[in-house]
């Protein structure tokens, strides 16, 4: 089986085929630097099965709303595609994409080395105005390493306790992230960053076949508050993006939160649903909707199955139960 030999590369993809629990993200390279409310790392196996599920190697992935961009790094360190378009709209997320894409990751890497990190240096340093893009980068990953949940949205404050009580030191691995942003100067010339919109990105990219996108949206209506208490650009027309995922010529995948509205939406563009275990910030066990035209790929995996069996499921339970 595709699965049984995509394990033995990947050793952390035989937790979705054998075991029916969350993959353990520790067992995935950290290719970002970022800590991202929302990240994606635990998706990445999935992922693989994906792209190795295609009939030809994709040339180009879009990722509309990129974030941390995970995805698009494993993509490309992975050598699954020749270039990766990253879109994000947050400008100090931005800005340390722009700094790798523009030769600036050995910068960051040397500031990240050298800057001797106390509670006080961090709020001196957040307080100036930065004068070149590369400062705003550092700054911002600064914040996203210091701040709790790695969350960069208005209201966002400074981590209290952090792991083993080490507060805003615990999330900061200068050596670590240095290594992070000096591999990611390799792969700047196969990154396209654009601070744009990702649905007139998506639109642009509609018309080619060799493009794939990997669409990992903000909350949905019914979680619009915990959207903005985690990110800057959270509202965003879905109905719209659905409607631009008809037009594509190339595959695609939807991760969203697992709300109804969204599997109405799915059902009414005809596409296909299935529900993925993942761990949140709290390491509870939950379930994320994944969306496409053809998942039948993802049924060789025990642990993912179609909403509507879980409904069938509930429904019988509540029948038996009188």
């Avoid at 994000?88 to 997320?93: G, M, R, T, W, Y």
Wanted: proline share 5%; with cysteine.
């Amino acid at each position: 089986m595709i699965a049984r030999r995509q394990a033995v590369l990947y050793p952390e993809l035989s937790e979705i085929i054998e075991k029916p629990k969350p993959v353990n993200v520790a067992s995935v390279p950290q290719r970002s630097p970022f800590r991202y409310p929302g990240g994606k790392t635990w998706f990445v196996p999935t992922f693989r099965s994906w792209i190795a599920h295609m009939q030809s190697k994709p040339g180009i992935l879009v990722e509309p709303f990129a974030g941390g961009g995970i995805i698009s790094l494993t993509a490309l360190f992975e050598n699954l595609v020749r270039k990766a378009v990253m879109v994000e709209l947050d400008d100090d997320i931005a800005a340390v994409w722009e700094s790798v894409v523009n030769g600036d990751a050995e910068w960051i890497a040397d500031r990240i080395l050298t800057f001797e990190l106390t509670k006080e240096n961090v709020i001196k340093e957040i307080k100036l105005s930065p004068n070149t893009q590369r400062e705003k980068a550092f700054q911002t990953i600064l914040k996203n390493r210091t701040f709790h949940g790695g969350i960069l949205a208005e209201g966002s404050g400074f981590l209290k306790y952090g792991e083993n009580g080490k507060g805003i030191s615990s999330r900061w691995y200068p050596a670590t992230l240095a290594k992070r942003f000096k591999c990611l100067s390799y792969m700047a010339n196969k990154i396209d960053f654009r601070c744009d919109d990702g649905l007139k990105v998506m639109q642009k990219f509609a018309v080619s076949r060799d493009a794939i996108f990997f669409i990992d949206p903000p909350y949905t209506a019914g979680g619009k508050k915990a959207g903005k208490r985690l990110y800057k650009h959270y509202d965003i027309d879905h109905e719209r993006l659905f409607e631009i995922c008809e037009t594509l010529k190339g595959d695609f995948l939807i991760t969203y939160d697992n709300a109804e509205e969204v599997k109405v939406m799915a059902r009414r563009h005809g596409f296909q649903m299935r529900l993925t275990p993942m761990s949140n910030t709290h390491h509870a066990t939950m379930e994320e909707l994944v969306i496409g035209r053809d998942l039948s790929w993802m049924d060789r995996f025990p642990a993912i199955h179609e909403p509507d069996a879980e409904y069938a499921v509930w429904k019988m339970k509540k029948k038996r139960s009188g």
